[in-house]
């Protein structure tokens, strides 16, 4: 292994890189052959390390804060050392503005050098060792902390770093494959860094778990499972008044059933969701979905199910050959703007089926009226397309597949939870907002007067 590493990490005085201080406007760093023309020869001077005080400079025009942040990014191969020098680079910086250059009469100075000792900084996942600069008060106070080194040390910068490198499906096993290589580098063994990960998922779990959503309007809420061996994570999935998705909890349970169902929605309504609105609820077909949705939101639930989960329900009761004319079928139906002739639409689809296998005529039936929810609410262009399916949070139950797809033991059910926010919180983090966006209030408008016009018949039928 060490010798692997000496091949793909050359050693840093080979590269002679200089740090020009102060840092103004960004840091500037030089290589010190790169003023040197063709044939030159270093003199005896040059060899012995002396540097030259000119020459091609590479600027990085960042500020301290975005430069720190550059060096918790994931750094590859070489870059680890210069993240290194770069390291070294902010802490002699906060050492010169304190105490001023080195050897500088300065009666007023507030600071002073105190030597160096050994120190660790985290980088790309790394911890690695660092000569940090030592200052203490010049009225005899004691030392003084370095700013810089408790950013570069933070304890929170290696699980994070971690949590990203495993959550694009990188195996713990195959860590010191994958993350940055550098000969100063130590700690990067298999155990530690799945403890490593189980704290940050820990936290993030937490974190999703106390989300609270107070003074926010979800104006649907997509609810579908994904199956972690043998057991099944129920998600949801809100979208605002302005067509922003968050991911806004998950329940586990051994199936997807109304009891689990209903124990996530309640846990949301707890939590700050407003149950008193009308909200769409856009569901895969699942009956204790649909079971659960009605008991927890009542009156205010108007529920959407998925036409893709129910062409694929019908499908499989349908020989091969009469499959085209399905198809073609239920896409007329489902294209349809006017409520009433699409239902018509898919009622004579349903009589087509009889001939062909009554089961599947039964499969369309079974919740015709609420696939055609979004028809009625007149949702149009790309909202509909949305609306219409479950794709949303199907797609970001596939990022949850992806960051599992190495996982071949699941030791006990936390770790099946945690693995599942990983993926989830990965997914949110690319989440856009939905299209046809802008047609969100119009479709707040129809659901309310839809939720009014139900509850208007239902005191007709009392009366």
Same mark, same amino acid.
């Given at each position: 292994?060490?010798?692997?590493?000496?091949?793909?990490?050359?050693?840093?005085?080979?590269?002679?890189?200089?740090?020009?201080?102060?840092?103004?406007?960004?840091?500037?760093?030089?290589?010190?052959?790169?003023?040197?023309?063709?044939?030159?020869?270093?003199?005896?001077?040059?060899?012995?390390?002396?540097?030259?005080?000119?020459?091609?400079?590479?600027?990085?025009?960042?500020? *301290?804060?975005?430069?720190?942040?550059?060096?918790?990014?994931?750094?590859?191969? /070489?870059?680890?050392?210069?993240?290194?020098?770069? &390291?070294?680079?902010?802490?002699?910086?906060?050492?010169?503005?304190?105490?001023?250059?080195?050897?500088?009469?300065?009666?007023?100075?507030?600071?002073?050098?105190?030597?160096?000792?050994?120190?660790? +900084?985290?980088?790309?996942?790394?911890?690695?060792?660092?000569?940090?600069?030592?200052?203490?008060?010049?009225?005899?106070?004691?030392?003084?902390?370095?700013?810089?080194?408790?950013? /570069?040390?933070?304890?929170?910068?290696?699980?994070?770093?971690?949590?990203?490198?495993?959550?694009?499906?990188?195996?713990?096993?195959?860590?010191?494959?994958?993350?940055?290589? &550098?000969?100063?580098?130590?700690?990067?063994?298999?155990?530690?860094?799945?403890?490593?990960?189980?704290?940050?998922?820990?936290?993030?779990?937490?974190?999703?778990?106390?989300?609270?959503?107070?003074?926010?309007?979800?104006?649907?809420?997509?609810?579908?499972?994904?199956?972690?061996?043998?057991?099944?994570?129920?998600?949801?999935?809100?979208?605002?008044?302005?067509?922003?998705?968050?991911?806004?909890?998950?329940?586990?349970?051994?199936?997807?059933?109304?009891?689990?169902?209903?124990?996530?929605?309640?846990?949301?309504?707890?939590?700050? /969701?407003? &149950?008193?609105?009308?909200?769409?609820?856009?569901?895969?077909?699942?009956?204790?979905?649909?079971?659960?949705?009605?008991? +927890?939101?009542?009156?205010?639930?108007?529920?959407?199910?998925?036409?893709?989960?129910?062409?694929?329900?019908?499908?499989?009761?349908?020989?091969?050959?009469?499959?085209?004319?399905?198809?073609?079928?239920?896409?007329?139906?489902?294209?349809?703007?006017?409520?009433?002739? &699409?239902?018509?639409?898919?009622?004579?689809?349903?009589?087509?089926?009889?001939?062909?296998?009554?089961?599947?005529?039964?499969?369309?039936?079974?919740?015709?009226?609420?696939?055609?929810?979004?028809? *009625?609410?007149?949702?149009?262009?790309?909202?509909?397309?949305?609306?219409?399916?479950?794709?949303?949070?199907?797609?970001? /139950?596939?990022?949850?597949?992806?960051?599992?797809?190495?996982?071949?033991?699941?030791?006990?059910?936390?770790?099946?939870?945690?693995?599942?926010?990983?993926?989830?919180?990965?997914?949110?983090?690319?989440?856009?907002?939905?299209?046809?966006?802008?047609?969100?209030?119009?479709?707040?408008?129809?659901?309310?007067?839809?939720?009014?016009?139900?509850?208007?018949?239902?005191?007709?039928?009392?009366?």
């Amino acid at each position: 292994m060490k010798s692997d590493l000496k091949e793909a990490v050359p050693p840093v005085r080979s590269l002679d890189w200089t740090c020009v201080y102060p840092m103004r406007g960004g840091t500037a760093l030089k290589r010190a052959y790169a003023k040197r023309g063709a044939g030159h020869k270093r003199k005896p001077s040059e060899r012995r390390g002396a540097r030259p005080d000119t020459g091609r400079e590479v600027q990085l025009p960042l500020d *301290r804060e975005e430069l720190l942040g550059l060096m918790q990014d994931s750094l590859q191969g /070489l870059a680890v050392e210069l993240g290194l020098l770069v &390291a070294s680079a902010l802490l002699e910086d906060e050492v010169t503005r304190l105490c001023g250059a080195r050897y500088e009469r300065r009666p007023e100075r507030t600071h002073t050098r105190y030597g160096r000792q050994g120190g660790v +900084v985290t980088l790309g996942g790394q911890k690695l060792p660092v000569a940090r600069p030592r200052v203490r008060r010049a009225d005899g106070g004691g030392e003084v902390a370095l700013e810089t080194y408790a950013k /570069l040390q933070s304890p929170e910068a290696m699980p994070q770093a971690v949590l990203r490198r495993m959550v694009r499906g990188v195996s713990t096993r195959e860590y010191e494959h994958v993350v940055d290589m &550098a000969r100063e580098g130590f700690g990067v063994d298999r155990s530690s860094v799945s403890r490593q990960f189980v704290r940050a998922s820990a936290a993030d779990v937490r974190a999703l778990a106390e989300r609270r959503f107070e003074g926010e309007h979800f104006a649907v809420i997509m609810i579908d499972g994904v199956g972690y061996a043998g057991e099944t994570m129920v998600v949801a999935l809100g979208i605002t008044e302005g067509g922003t998705k968050k991911v806004l909890g998950l329940r586990q349970g051994a199936t997807e059933n109304a009891e689990v169902c209903a124990a996530l929605l309640e846990d949301l309504r707890g939590r700050g /969701l407003d &149950a008193g609105r009308p909200t769409l609820f856009v569901l895969d077909g699942a009956k204790a979905l649909h079971a659960a949705v009605t008991r +927890v939101w009542g009156k205010n639930a108007v529920i959407q199910r998925c036409q893709i989960h129910k062409k694929r329900n019908i499908t499989a009761h349908v020989p091969e050959k009469h499959r085209p004319e399905l198809d073609r079928r239920l896409a007329e139906a489902y294209r349809e703007t006017d409520h009433a002739t &699409a239902k018509a639409s898919l009622e004579g689809t349903a009589r087509w089926l009889e001939r062909v296998n009554p089961d599947a005529a039964s499969s369309l039936r079974e919740g015709l009226v609420e696939t055609l929810t979004v028809v *009625r609410l007149g949702v149009a262009g790309a909202l509909r397309r949305t609306l219409a399916t479950t794709n949303p949070i199907e797609s970001a /139950l596939s990022v949850t597949r992806r960051v599992t797809s190495r996982v071949t033991r699941w030791r006990d059910g936390d770790m099946r939870r945690r693995w599942c926010v990983a993926g989830l919180l990965r997914a949110e983090a690319k989440f856009r907002r939905v299209k046809g966006h802008r047609e969100m209030p119009a479709l707040l408008k129809a659901l309310e007067a839809l939720v009014g016009e139900r509850a208007a018949g239902n005191e007709r039928d009392v009366a």
